[in-house]
């Protein structure tokens, strides 16, 4: 064989070796991420994407095992790490002094000096176990003022819930509840989220964990929407639910419902804002639809919803990429997406939302 074609053989099989591996490797990281893989195609394409036969196979379905098992005992490791720097991080514990006797004065005798009560318990001794403040029930809540929603007071804190509608309010909104009245927020607003996916991200979950681990949530803002209007999964190997069928919308309620029942739970207040009219009328004409649903459940809860229609000036169907201000000038609040608003356009909604709160103990502190 002449030293040429040796050469040019060794160049194929070298790059047939490269090829294998790289084909193994891509088996391999599909095999543990099929999952992940999975949702991203229902969240994308709004049908079910599992592979005919490898699907209800056990022995690719152990993949998808082996990554979850994987990311529990990073959780839990990471768990395990935080505990451990919160208890290096602690004080220590300090003796305090024996308590001083008490001196009690008889004003109609003379003064008599009283044996000393016993020494106190040492503080490292077991405390005896506190009764939790019960919730302030609706009741002896302060009233609101007239026309707002929502009442806060020194100490409570603001839980922002939404899709990439609310991560563009959100930091107008709690900028302007730091700097006015010293009100902290959680926000946990992530783009491409909503109820009817939650094997993407699950919102009734996430609002449950997030309440009963933070007593000082007293409001929660929810707006979201544009990434529901399309057939649901129910689950692995079911078919999907079709947008607007009657199954379909039990289980979108049932959702809503979830994060309600929480919110009742924890005492906390809501207003639920309504996502506005679309470019496309398809989309549009679904959002109207969600809207309903949503006017509907927090109403059924004694919650409070508001459309964000009227606040960018929309009437019925309209939709316009601008609004006219009261000088009589046009400024942009859509980006050109027909979906997502303009920084004015947050700022708008964002105040919108400020208006409905009342303060009644605190005082505006900034603009």
Known sequence: MPVSDSRLFQV??????????LLVTTVVLFWL?????????????????????????????????????????????????????????????????PALPVVTVDVQAPAAVHPPVPAAV?????????????????????????????????GDEVFLVGDSLMQGVAPHLANSLRKRYQINTINLSRQSTGLAYPGFFDWPRTVADTLAGDPKIRL????????????????????????????????????????????REHNVQVIWVGPPNMEKARLSTAMQYLSGLYQERTAQFGQHYISA???????????????????????????????????TGQKMIAAQVLSLIDFPVLTATGH
Request: some cysteine; charged content about 20%.
């Open 122 to 154: 040492p503080v490292h001794e077991p405390a005896a176990p506190v009764t939790p403040t019960p919730a302030v029930s609706p009741a002896d809540a302060p009233m609101p003022a007239k026309g707002a929603m929502a009442t806060l007071a020194a």
């Open 33 to 97: 991420n099929q999952d992940s893989i999975g949702l991203y195609c229902q969240q994308k394409y709004h049908r079910s994407c599992e592979l005919p036969l490898l699907g209800q196979s056990s022995t690719w379905r152990l993949g998808a095992g082996l990554t979850a098992a994987l990311e529990h005992g990073r959780d839990s490791f990471l768990d395990s790490l935080r505990g451990q720097i919160a208890l290096a991080e602690a004080p220590p514990l300090v003796d305090l002094p």
């Open 309 to 343: 229609n009227p606040i960018l000036g929309y009437d019925d169907d309209q939709f316009s990429y601008t609004v006219q201000t009261p000088e009589g000038k046009r400024v942009k609040v859509r980006v050109d997406d027909g979906i997502h608003f303009t920084i």
């Open 12 to 21: 194929q099989i070298g790059a047939l070796r490269t090829l294998y591996a």
């Open 220 to 263: 929660m803002v929810v707006f979201l929407g544009p990434n529901d209007p399309w057939d649901m999964p129910q689950g692995k190997g079911r078919p999907f639910l079709r947008f607007k069928s009657p199954d379909w919308e039990s289980a979108y309620r049932a959702r809503i419902d979830a994060i309600l029942e929480r919110a």
